[in-house]
C-alpha cells in the first residue's frame, strides 16, 4: 500500500471469506478449533471474531466462564515447514502435493517432495520435485517431522546414509513413510516396488518388464465408462478450480486440463501421433505447457524417448532412451511405439511419462481428454472441411 502498488480485492477480502467460513463450520459442524501454520495467525484470529459475533447476531450467548471455554473457538499455530534455504511449502509456492489417492497415485506421491527443494542441475520443470531428491541437510528432520519413526532408529539411518549418500537410504525410507501413512502400507510397497522398476536400470535405460505390467493393469481393468467418466469429471472440475487459485508461474509446466493426470501413465489417442507431431505429443502428456514449448524443448535437447527394442544382450528389458531428433518436422512418434500401445517420454532428467497409446474411438468413448486435444480436432476439422 506504501508503494502505492494497491492489493487485489481478492486478497483483501481473504480473511473475511475464510473467518465466515470458520463460522460455517462452527454453525455446521461444531468445529472449535483450526490448526495453521504461523502465516495464518491473523485469519485464525478473524476467524473466532467473526464466531463470536455471529454468536451474539443468532442469540446464542455464553452463560458461564465454562461455557466460554467449552463452546468457544480456538486456533492454533505452528511453525512454517521450509527447507534448509528457508523455502516455504504450500500451493502459492507450486509446490504443494495431494495426500488423496484419488488426486495423486501413490506412485507419484513416492516421488514427490513434500517441500520446495533445490533441483536438479539442467531440470527444465520447477514444478518436478520428488522426495527422493530430498536435500541432504532436510531429510533427517523431515524424518522426524512426517514420520513415527522412533528417534534412535533415525539417527541409526542417517549415520548409514553418511556413510553412502548415493543410495539416498533416507529419502527412500521418507517416501515410503508418507505413503504408507497416506495410502497404506500396500499401497506404499507397491510404490517403492514400481519406482525400483522404473529406475533401477540405471538412468540411461527404462525397463521394459515394468512397462508391460502398468499397460496390462490398464488393459485388465473394466470399470462401467459411465462412472469413471462421473468421477473423472468431478475430479476435473475440481482440480481446475485448485489450480485456477494457484498464479500461473507456479503452474505453467501442470497438467491442470486433463482429467487423467491422477496416474503415472495418460492415455493418448493414437491420432495424434503423426509425422512431425512430437511437440504436440509432449504438450498432451503434460511434459510442456504448450506446443512449441515442446518444440523448445526438443531444440534446447532436454526431450527424451524409450526407443523400442534397444535392450542389450545382457540385459534385453533394459531400453534405452535417446533424446527426441532435432529434425522435428521429419520425425515420426509412431516409430518409437513400444509393443505397439505405449510411448515413454522424459523432460530433463527424471521426469518421466508413460503414454498409453489407443484409437480415438476408445478414447473419446471413456470420455478422456488431454491438453491441446480439442484445439488438435478443430483444426483437423477445419483441414478437411477446407480441402473439400
Known amino acids: 500500500m506504501e508503494n502505492g502498488e494497491g492489493m487485489a480485492f481478492s486478497e483483501f477480502s481473504y480473511p473475511l471469506f475464510q473467518a465466515y467460513d470458520w463460522w460455517h463450520m462452527y454453525n455446521n459442524h461444531g468445529v472449535q478449533l483450526q490448526l495453521g501454520g504461523s502465516d495464518q495467525y491473523g485469519n485464525l484470529c478473524a476467524g473466532m471474531d467473526a464466531v463470536s459475533h455471529m454468536r451474539k447476531l443468532h442469540g446464542i450467548q455464553q452463560e458461564t466462564a465454562q461455557d466460554s471455554i467449552l463452546n468457544g473457538t480456538f486456533g492454533l499455530t505452528t511453525p512454517l515447514l521450509t527447507t534448509a534455504s528457508g523455502e516455504k511449502f504450500g500451493k502459492s509456492a507450486g509446490n504443494a502435493v495431494w495426500l488423496d489417492k484419488d488426486m495423486m497415485s ?27 531428491k530430498t536435500a541432504d541437510n532436510d531429510v ?16 541409526l539411518i542417517m549415520e548409514d546414509q553418511r556413510k553412502d549418500e548415493s543410495r539416498r537410504k533416507a529419502q527412500h525410507l521418507l517416501a515410503k513413510e508418507v505413503v504408507e501413512l497416506a495410502h497404506g502400507a500396500e499401497d506404499a510397497n507397491k510404490a517403492e516396488a514400481a519406482h525400483k522398476e522404473a529406475f533401477n536400470q540405471g538412468t540411461h535405460t527404462f525397463s521394459l518388464s515394468g512397462l508391460r505390467r502398468s499397460i496390462a493393469e490398464i488393459n485388465s481393468t473394466k470399470q462401467d465408462v459411465k462412472e469413471r467418466e462421473d468421477q473423472e469429471t468431478k475430479l476435473f472440475e475440481y482440480k481446475k478450480a485448485y489450480a485456477s ?25 493414437i491420432s495424434l501421433l503423426s509425422n512431425g507431431s512430437f511437440p504436440r505429443v509432449l504438450h498432451a502428456a503434460g511434459l510442456a505447457s504448450s506446443s512449441s514449448e515442446g518444440r523448445r524443448l526438443i531444440t534446447k535437447r532436454g526431450a527424451y524417448v524409450v526407443l523400442p527394442n534397444s535392450g542389450r544382450p545382457e540385459n534385453p528389458y533394459g531400453l534405452s532412451w535417446e533424446q527426441i531428433p532435432e529434425a522435428i518436422n521429419t520425425t515420426d512418434p509412431n516409430e518409437y511405439l513400444i509393443d505397439w500401445e505405449a510411448l515413454v517420454l522424459r523432460s530433463g532428467k527424471s521426469k518421466i511419462q508413460v503414454c498409453h497409446i489407443i484409437t480415438e474411438e476408445a478414447f473419446e468413448a471413456q470420455g478422456l481428454t488431454c491438453p491441446g486435444w480439442e484445439e488438435f480436432k478443430l483444426r483437423r476439422a477445419t483441414a478437411e472441411e477446407e480441402t473439400r
Open 245 to 269: 487459485s494457484i498464479p500461473q508461474s507456479a503452474t505453467e509446466t501442470t497438467t491442470a486440463s486433463s482429467k487423467q493426470d491422477s496416474s503415472n501413465i495418460v492415455t493418448l489417442p
Open 140 to 155: 533427517e528432520r523431515y524424518l522426524k517431522l512426517f514420520t513415527f519413526l522412533p528417534m534412535q532408529h533415525i539417527d
Open 106 to 132: 501413490s506412485f507419484d506421491l513416492y516421488q514427490v517432495r513434500l517441500l520446495r527443494l533445490i533441483n536438479d542441475p539442467g531440470e527444465t520443470n520447477s514444478s518436478a520435485q520428488y522426495f527422493l
